[in-house]
DNA sequence: CCTATTCCCTGAAGGC
DNA sequence: TGCCTTCAGGGAATAG
């Protein structure tokens, strides 16, 4: 599941493959993949160029030289494939945008959750999914100062809200249940109890993971490929996601697997505690 | 303002 | 060519 390091993954493939390209045809086959008018989507991203690829959180922003940017949300499958091969195309192939070099970008969305929508690129930061976003990591805007309030006026589990992009944005399950190792805490723990020292603890261990997550290229947990169709690697840097019935790696304790706000999580129940 | 719940989707996996 | 249930879950919309 693109969470921000995977959005990254595939941002950083995508502009060395799409930038500066001519799009000269579009074909929207899943028209609820567009948010707002279809027509209208296509009318203004034909015979565009793609001047950059940009990201805000989990959002990626594929900006056109005339004045509009493509909002893409991947949400839980959706991931994009440049390839001039008929074959990358398939029946969950939703969106296929014909470039001027004679390549496609395909989007793929096996589940259909992912959107897209046309905004102006000047007023991105009046864009409803946009404008709510809290800060993210490796931003300047992550920082103590900012965090605190926007944490601990919650009285819901740590864990919830950390997901909660309102807070902050960029992670989501399988790196909250890693943050959350990291710093030892109960996913279970009232935002509101937590001490200076946890929300600095959760600041400097989010940066990190988002700062491995990209080296590594992301995690293909599920299907995530970035859009070359490369795998990524962090899967196998993942110390709770996913492992429950093994050893913790700190203190050998057996890792398990709750539900937290209808979120399967995992996590140490020796050296995560409830504060 | 706040929190909780429902919905959107399909394929994989597991039980029988 | 087995059928049915459960699970994966981000964000928008809705309810209270």
């Avoid at 074909?27 to 015979?47: M, N, W």
């Avoid at 300047?140 to 309030?149: G, R, W």
């Avoid at 960029?170 to 946890?198: C, M, R």
Wanted: with cysteine; aromatic share 6%; net charge positive.
């Amino acid at each position: 599941m693109p969470e921000m390091p995977e959005v990254e993954t595939v941002r950083r493939s995508l502009i060395a493959q799409v930038k500066g390209r001519k799009i000269t045809h579009v074909e929207i086959r899943y028209p609820d993949l567009i948010t707002g008018d279809v027509d209208q989507f296509v009318e203004f991203v034909t015979g565009a160029t793609i001047s950059d690829v940009g990201r805000r959180a989990k959002f990626l922003l594929i900006h056109l030289d005339n004045g509009y940017t493509i909002i893409s949300h991947l949400r839980m499958e959706g991931k994009y494939r440049i390839s001039a091969d008929p074959s990358a195309i398939d029946k969950h192939s939703h969106a296929i945008f014909t470039l001027d070099n004679g390549q496609k970008m395909i989007y793929n969305d096996v589940r259909k959750f992912g959107r897209m929508q046309l905004w102006n690129t000047d007023e991105l930061s009046e864009n409803k999914s946009l404008k709510k976003l809290g800060p993210e990591p490796l931003s300047t805007e992550f920082t103590f100062q900012n965090l605190k309030p926007r944490i601990m006026r919650h009285h819901k589990d740590i864990k919830t809200v950390l997901l909660d992009q309102s807070v902050m944005s960029g992670l989501g399950n399988i790196y909250v249940d890693e943050v959350l190792w990291q710093v030892k805490l109960h996913p279970e723990t009232p935002a509101n109890h937590l001490s200076d020292e946890d929300i600095q603890k959760i600041i400097e261990a989010s940066n990190q993971e988002m700062d491995k997550g990209i080296a590594a290229g992301g995690s293909s947990i599920r299907t995530y490929v970035d859009a070359t169709g490369h795998k990524g690697n962090m899967q196998n840097n993942l110390k709770v996601y996913g492992k429950e019935g093994t050893p913790c790696p700190r203190c050998g304790t057996e890792i398990v697997k709750i539900k937290v706000g209808g979120r399967g999580t995992h996590f140490c129940p020796k050296c995560q505690v409830v504060k």
